[in-house]
């Protein structure tokens, strides 16, 4: 066959003490479930009264690193990606480990790297997460998509290894063979309650990062922006309870309220007692709740929006069990 095949392919991910200093070691791979991760190369066009008709010249504005690599979630390694993209975690445990992440002021930098086909490959540099999104439908694994804003790329002329003289002077780490997380394995709770008539999680952290150039092709450094947290999911609609909060201010109201219904939630994904992954939602204000009607007859089901509101414990907390110690 010619051409290299597109599914030889693997994502590394390694947090950076500081800018500019990769990491002695890669912490996670991963297989690719979608998405990518390649650098960029911006362009412009001269453009001058230069009596000729030939189009001006293109030149290089900037250079950098963009992506959206797909993932399955696993225990032993989205406590890594979570921190990435939330900022801060805490670790405790002695053989049965439990991961607290939480959202920070900085996020850390993170070096990722890409082999394809065994021909290619390449070293992302001083990177941050711009978004994650967690999602997954009825009976379907968990995935996260990482969006990912970094500094500048290396081709590397061989895969890394402990003699490699370029990039990451580190062996491989295990891609992990562990069954992802699915959402046949979810716990849902509602305002505390459980419910289950949820079918579905998307839970989107944006950071809203963005490049900044200064006297260079290759920009300065990657910036954070405002914090933001939204999830969505799927309500079998089969009582007016959350629908009334929404519209008309409580459980039996019949008037519309200017009064914001905020409410809690949270979705555990367990494998067994020693390996979960849990989101809590402190505090949320739904920001779509439609009803809509079905010629065909079906059960009606709500795709619910809601947006993370301020409270001390945060817009959004992720505790991670496994056998990982960090």
Known sequence: MAGIPGNRAYLLAGKQTEKGKAPSAFQDKYFFEGGNIAPTQGTDQLAETDDNRNAGDFYVTQTAVEGSPEVYVRDESIHHMLEYGLGSASHEGETNFTHKISSAATLPYITFGKSQGGLLYEQYNDCK???????????????????????????????????????????????????????????????????????????????????????????????????????????IFESLAEYNKFHYGGESGVAQSNVLYTTNASFEFSSGANNSLLFTFPKLAYTEFPVEPDPGGGPVVVSVRAAAQRHAEGFVAATVKNQIEK
């Open 129 to 235: 997460v711009d978004e994650l999104t967690i999602s997954a439908g009825t009976a379907a694994p968990l995935v996260v998509a990482a969006s990912i804003m970094g500094r500048s790329a290396t081709r590397l002329k061989n895969v890394w290894s402990a003699e490699n003289a370029e990039g990451v002077k580190a062996a491989l780490p295990t891609a992990s063979t562990v069954a992802p997380f699915n959402y046949n394995q979810a716990l849902v709770k509602i305002a505390g309650a459980e419910t289950r008539l949820v079918s579905s999680f998307e839970c989107t952290i944006s950071n809203n990062t963005s490049l900044q150039q200064t006297d260079d092709s290759i920009p300065l450094d990657v910036v954070e922006g405002t914090f933001a947290v939204t999830l969505g999911f799927d309500l």
